[in-house]
């Protein structure tokens, strides 16, 4: 029942690596590294389909953002500041591909929208957590999903050449939301004023010079001859107050290599099977078998083969895939197995160890990854069995599952274990451990758990409020079987719609806004005719004749 | 484009009294009110569309509980506690009527949910603000929207009788969610444990007996032979509690006759006329032309005729009548007209007098009717004129408006102006007054304006930042009606979407979480196939055969 015919898109893969790049150019000098945009017009995920022109992009485009970022990360530790331009002469950016969102379907254009705003987040975390600040250059028109980008930088600069502008035209042209942050960032971010913000986001022509500065659009104009300077000397600036640890050099991110085999996909550390009859995945995470770094020098020289990151890198791949490739497949069950001692021993090395950049980045990525879990709209159920690895680190997969089921054996040995890591090391985007938000109603729990010495079993796991229910041996199997057959047979968008309420208990911040209050009425948006109708607004974006609206308001 | 031809819903009218209720017994006993639900199957609004069995609702029994609430706030300001239950045998509430869900427009649930959602944070209100303790007392089946009420209320008493239970069974029983601010409330207010509140939304049975209790359901279950006596006793105990001034008697509220001819409504000190080729409606209300209570036995003997109190209440009724009769009106103009000095004396009898229960009804009242106000999905645009009224709290229109036009006109007096009760006495629903949400970015300016002695021109009130423009006499006519014309022409629902973004600026709260998180997902799923498609859980409910889903995950 989509309103218009959806282009089927091909299956997405996310790895990438600079020497791949179409669309972006990265270059590091010293403390600066400078992310330039240029869109190939023709590099696409349906090149047939649509043109990427005016810097416009579609979900190629920020997967190599995504990968862009990784690497400043990871291989640049050197590198306090970033620049984000464009190659092309008075163009930043023209944001999302209009005929490419036209074009695509309901899911896959919110999960397009999800990842780029993952993305813009991302930019964010860098430079509140690596504490590399981002400064856009707008040499030239600035739209949309370009502003939005913008916005997502610390400061924007923008070219006062008398029409290069800001500007946030989806309402006016096409019956939606700037809702990759776009509404949330300009009021809550930048903090303007909301009539101003209201006045702005109506003007397709968008608002450009001193007026740009005067209603927080911007922070500061320049003269097109005095910009690359200006943007220069900012930078370098930025760059003086990052309280990034300045020791290089970098390691570097090789690739995953997942070996595929129909439904199923093998990592090193994780392992996803299908099974397409019941749409469940399994998820298995595996604990390291081999010895782990425990110093700093050790850490730099496991590079991305030590477990934390590696493993870490593969459930992001593998979560992403699904979320794209897979849209039919509701429930996830999460398994961690292996030796808990080996995961409780990497976070120890992680605490230990925090201070130092490389750490520091492994840490920030475990916490981005499960964020992207928190957010994947499919049900999650954690399975706790013998020989289950869920220690520490691996803990938060249970907790950021809607349901842990452990298996409260009579014989075999089935405890789980706290670390000091789950104390607060991976915040959810509410800005609560996941701790936190499970004991909302007790925080005296939280401590409690955390002092609690060693192992739990499954009867001290459900007294201490750690999983959710335990059955013993023999009703384990039904019970469990039961649980995924009976969440399996409901209304996949009531499902998306409850689990994106009951996961988000406790505070709001800005990015909870933007998944919770900006996406969701961006998602009601993307349903609606007036958007998505053949005549919506949307839809003959760029086609003969005007929208066609129905007036009521809702 | 709905997916079931909807059913046309007669023009809705708000007023009722209680010599007037079919669904609700208000009684009062000393510092006890008891409201009781006895619904009338055949006295919903569509009465030939579907019978209200087991307590189920409509829009028309949330009216007559509205009205009742209002009723206790007024009328007996010796009400320190209500018991909320039903005088229906082993029932208490089933809930939203699913046939009238069913057979409803989008925008017609999408309206009905928020005003229950507004009744429901009504009765929260009148805890917090009025000092009325809410005790829900479950004498029987309790689902859905029925648990949802409880969920409104201080304290659940569960009957213990074996088969009563509390239930949320939305998600999978019709493939939609608690919409009424159950998902937000279990988590965020209750405190339920997120994945025991899974199970929990899930559960078609519901959760009964000490299990209710233990995962935080309910407060206290009692065996069904004690089950009065306990609710007695413990409303009693509310009651004690209350820092509600105890000083009756209350006043009545009349109705408010308002004339109506054509597509102008007429009240005392509001006009509404409808512009239906333009689809705009100019809302006008006008400043006291008497002398106004300025003492609280003034207050008292002026009772409902007292300007602060009537000009609410009538602007409330007609916003009320806005959203519901008149759908395709999308642009609300906002009109203060009248002797500004008149307005700031009663802001200055209200802060004077603010400890005294009628007082502190009547700003509560204000405060209610302003967020109403900020929750209507329509535009808003202050237009301030030689000969307004935009002071003190008149004042709060304007910042409520998207948008303030102001003539700066070089003859004629064109002034606003601010009063005490500008300053924190009518919080948004996030929190902070409307002067703080304007200046998240520069907090000093609130202070700047409320030191402001005396009126600001046009100029002032530019250079102060309180309203949005302020073209001159030539430019005027053009610019409004430009504008007005430009906003009427964009998509209304990429309007809707952008207005509940935009007007929601700083913290959230567990209102704003209701309204934003929860109620943007609801109205998402309200679209979608799988709910309301003609194979959609809600649309097959009660009928032959099952749901049909397609089982993407978006």
Redesign the interface.
Known sequence: ?EPTLPVQTPTVTFETSPDQYKHWKLTVDGAIATLAMDVKEDGGLRPNDYKLKLNSYDLAVDIELADALQRIRFEHPEVHAVLVTSLKPRIFCAGANIFMLGSSS??FK??FCKFTNETRLGMEDLSANSGVKMLAALNGICAGGGYELALACDEIYLVDDGSASVALP???L????PGTGG??R???K??????????F??LTEGVRGKRAVEW?LVDKVVAPSQFKDAITKRAQELASQSHRPDSGPGITLGPLNPVIDGDRIQYQYVLGTIDRAR?VCDLTISAPETAQPTTTDEFVQAGDQAWALRAFRELDDAILRLRLNE????TVLLRAVGNKQSVLDVDRALDTNRDHWLVREIINHIRRTLKRLDLT??SLFAIIEPGNAFAGTLFELAIA????YMLDHPDEDNTIQLSVMNAGSYPMSTGLSRLE??????PESVKKALDHDGPFDAHDAQAF?LV??APDDIDWEDEVRMAIE??TA???????????????????TME??IF???T??????F?????V?ERG?LTVYGREGR?H??????
Do not use: C, Y
Request: overall charge positive.
């Open positions: 029942m309901h899911g919110v999960n989806e309402t006016p096409l019956g939606v939301l509404l949330t300009v009021v809550d930048r903090k303007v004023r909301r009539d101003l913000a209201d006045a986001s109506t927080r749409r849209p039919e497949i509701g709209a499919r599952a809607d349901r842990a938000v499970r004991f909302l109603g007790e409020g959710s229910f009976e969440r409901f209304s996949p968008d009531a499902l998306t719609g409850m689990e994106a309420n009951l996961r988000f208990a406790g505070p709001e909870t806004k919770g209050r900006l969701a009425w961006q998602n009601w948006i349903q609606r005719p007036n958007a109708g607004a929208p609206f129905d007036w009521k308001r809702t």
